[in-house]
């Protein structure tokens, strides 16, 4: 078992590109980790990684082992799969993220829920509205809003959610409220966008009565995180392109106010991706239906009100 903890450890470095990171995916100290790396050096007789002040780059012995060894992993991985479903007792770590907001408000809460449902099951979830890379960084599942292009991966689909503009009263009221989508386009709004390194929607395409259009919005200035979005806009700031699940409360309480009604936003996508492999693993189904199932209810009820 050792050694092969060394294996995994090695395999995350290289993922990862430093021994911090591993070391806190792996909940163990950088030290641990790279006595570890040492240990499978001395064991292979060779040097797996050239050491800079910032980044470990994996030589080529390393690259040539961390193939077999990410191989060794998976191997591992889908044969204890296949133990647990023969037993009916799903054990294991599975590796989660999400989007900020909708992981803080839907995905975060079920975790305890989940792990009381199913104690052998140990839950990682990581928040961010980056676009993550999934194989690189060892993610089982991932919960993502949007367009979803990448085809090495399955995709399950939750619901489709609508969309909204919203702006507060504040705002519409030294601005004026928009009445067409082609006044969003130029310096007469502050249009808010969501950007981030590998982000797509640049855009906001509306439903107009000629069918789907984009249009390019601008404003001064921008976030990689989607509840600053929110706080800009409930402060008077500008017009925000958002899931009205995420804003209805705020609609609700009449802090924000919908605009352009009769050409909203298309609609996106609420969908968990993951590795092709990963759904032959019976801790990750259990995962997904019992999301699934919670998601599509809170969402519901938050936009009834409840």
Known sequence: MAYLDNIAVF???VELGNLSAAG???????????????????????????????????????????????????AITEAEAAVSALSGQPRGTIRVTAPLGLGRRLVASGIPDFHDKYPDIEVRLRLSDHNVDIMK?????????????????????IMECERVLVAAPKYLEARGEPEEPQELIGKKHDCLMLRYSGAREYVWTLQTADGPRKFEVHGPYDTDDGDVL????????????KPRFEVEPFIRDRRLKVILANAPPTPVQFAAVYPHKKLQDPKVRLLLDFMAERCQRLIKDILAGK
């Open 11 to 13: 395999v995350r470095v």
């Open 24 to 74: 806190r995916d792996m909940r163990i100290s950088p030290a641990v980790a790279s006595n570890r790396i040492k240990e499978l050096e001395k064991h292979l007789g060779v040097r797996l990684f050239n050491r800079t002040t910032r980044q470990l780059m994996p030589t080529e012995h390393g690259t040539v082992f961390y193939s077999g060894a990410k191989q060794v992993l998976e």
């Open 230 to 241: 929110t706080g800009w806009a409930l402060s008077g700031r500008g017009i925000i392109n």
């Open 137 to 157: 960084e060892g993610i089982d599942v991932a919960f993502r809003l949007g367009i979803i292009e990448d085809s090495s991966l399955r995709m399950r689909g």
